[in-house]
């Protein structure tokens, strides 16, 4: 039996799964069918709504609402009051719960505070979503992007920090001096051995 925690003002509907150590907070409804993994925390006021998977060590900040259709994979941060949204084209009178489109929040990504992310989209793996980005577009792994619309300004490493390259394409991390190389736009994370 895995040994979470949930404030007695939580509400915990059937069917979910919820890891080790996972701390669900004030006032959060998770809905039924989710699955959370271990070590994440819940902050206030969140919705999980039904059948949403979030992995391992995901932080979510206070009043966000993580609707069906959106995954989380390990050691995401969502920052407060950051907005998804699961269709394009809402209309009241019009049902399409069928019709929900995936978001994708790859592993390690953060979306900043308040930041809003149109459907259908994934952030790629370290990705950073700046406060208040307004993400129309996929964002590639380790892209630092911010406004409204999102554009990219730069990229950052795992720890979060600006990389700076070099001639060689070949940028470092102040906190943790992991190596990074620029090629064809993409990042690649330099292991000890290159
Ligand atoms: C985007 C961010 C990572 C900073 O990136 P950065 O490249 O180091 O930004 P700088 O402070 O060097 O600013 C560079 C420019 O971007 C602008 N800028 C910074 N953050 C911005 C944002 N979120 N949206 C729009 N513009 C932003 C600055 O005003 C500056 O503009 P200028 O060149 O016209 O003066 C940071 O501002 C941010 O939004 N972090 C997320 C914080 C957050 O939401 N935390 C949640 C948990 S508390």
């Not at 004030?26 to 992995?55: D, Y």
């Not at 953060?110 to 990705?127: D, L, M, Q, R, V």
Request: aromatic letters at 8%; one cysteine or more; charged letters at 20%.
């Amino acid at each position: 039996m895995a040994t979470y925690q949930a404030h007695e003002t939580a509400v915990i509907d059937p069917g979910c799964e919820i890891g080790e150590d996972t701390r669900i907070w004030h006032f959060s409804h998770i809905m039924e069918g989710c699955r959370i993994g271990k070590q994440c925390n819940i902050g206030q006021n969140v919705v999980v709504s039904p059948g949403v998977i979030l992995g391992n060590g995901i932080k979510v900040q206070n009043n966000v609402s993580i609707y069906t259709g959106v995954i989380c994979e390990d050691d995401v941060f969502l920052g407060p009051s950051c907005v998804f949204t699961n269709i394009s084209n809402p209309r009241s009178a019009i049902p399409r719960k069928d019709k929900y489109e995936e978001t994708r929040i790859e592993k390690g990504a953060t979306i900043g505070a308040n930041a809003t992310i149109i459907c259908g989209h994934s952030i790629g793996k370290y990705a950073l979503i700046g406060a208040g980005a307004v993400v129309t577009k996929d964002v590639p792994p380790y892209a630092l992007v911010m406004g409204n619309p999102a554009r990219q300004t730069g990229w950052v490493s795992e720890y979060g920090h600006k990389l700076t390259f070099n001639k060689e394409n070949i940028a470092s991390c102040p906190e943790s001096n992991e190596k990074y190389q620029l090629i064809n736009n993409q990042i690649r994370k330099l292991m000890i051995y290159d």
